[in-house]
């Protein structure tokens, strides 16, 4: 299913976890695309706020999809905005992070709707 060199994602762990079967990686992919756009919603509406706490939540809410999904390159960038916002520094820095977070997620999360038949 993701063969393409241009994916963003690999599903290698996902697989670790729930076995090759298709039903079951569906599944995952339906409650990762449902919950992900929620918390980049409330990221996105923390960082408006400037609320580190929240923001500080959100991406430490994110770590374990990330890290499932094979969303290798948005792990660290994901965890600096979480060590950021925990030590309440360098807000602007932590604005422009959730900004390249939600443009790059969307477009993975996209590629996982297309390639899963998933509206």
């Known amino acids: 299913m993701n063969d393409n060199p241009n994916k963003r994602y690999h599903l290698t762990r996902l697989y670790e976890y729930v076995g090759k079967e298709a039903?079951?990686?569906?599944?995952?992919?339906?409650?990762?695309?449902h919950s992900t756009p929620e918390i980049l919603d409330q990221m996105?509406?923390?960082?408006?706020?400037?609320?580190?706490e929240i923001i500080y939540k959100t991406a430490h809410m994110l770590k374990p999809s990330l890290h499932i999904f094979g969303i290798d390159d948005m792990y660290?960038?994901?965890?600096?905005?979480?060590?950021?916002?925990?030590?309440?520094?360098?807000f602007n820095a932590?604005?422009?992070?959730?900004?390249?977070?939600?443009?790059?997620?969307?477009?993975?999360i996209q590629q996982l709707r297309d390639d899963f038949d998933i509206q």
């Open 23 to 33: 039903g079951p990686v569906k599944e995952m992919v339906d409650i990762f695309l």
């Open 44 to 52: 996105a509406e923390a960082a408006e706020n400037q609320d580190f």
């Open 76 to 90: 660290n960038p994901v965890r600096e905005i979480e060590l950021l916002a925990k030590k309440k520094e360098n």
């Open 94 to 108: 932590i604005y422009l992070l959730i900004a390249q977070l939600q443009l790059r997620m969307e477009f993975v």
